[in-house]
């Protein structure tokens, strides 16, 4: 079974900048997509970034060219690199593997980050 810890959150003002970290465990990380995503309070868990296994990646509309997704497969890590957080990026963040039809499709989540951004 996939263990997913993620890291890497924080409080930070509007206009600045974090990044996530996700071990991956408990799966052959290489053959994986992997993605991001996040829920904020009273709201459904949302995509935010995929990253394919050969490095193709997709970003949710709100976040286009304000986040990175990357991957490191020799240390089973997939990353966040967010930049110019804004208040509505404030949520609790998760990684998961592989495609699904909608995030309520994973049968398992790790811990997530709580990311707040202030104004």
């Known amino acids: 079974q996939v263990q997913l810890v993620e890291s890497g959150g924080g409080l930070v003002q509007a206009g600045g900048s974090l990044r996530l970290s996700c071990i991956v465990s408990g799966i052959i990380f290489r053959f994986n997509t992997m993605g991001w995503y996040r829920q904020a309070p009273g709201k459904q868990r949302e995509l935010v970034a995929l990253?394919?296994?050969?490095?193709?990646?997709n970003y949710a509309d709100s976040v286009k060219g304000r986040f990175t997704i990357s991957r490191d497969n020799a240390r089973n890590t997939v990353y966040l690199q967010m930049d110019s957080l804004k208040p509505d990026d404030t949520a609790v963040y998760y990684c998961?593997?592989?495609?699904?039809?909608?995030?309520?499709?994973?049968?398992?989540w790790g811990q997530g980050t709580q990311v707040t951004v202030s104004s």
């Open positions: 998961n593997a592989g495609l699904r039809g909608s995030p309520a499709d994973f049968r398992s």
């Open positions: 990253i394919t296994t050969d490095d193709n990646t």
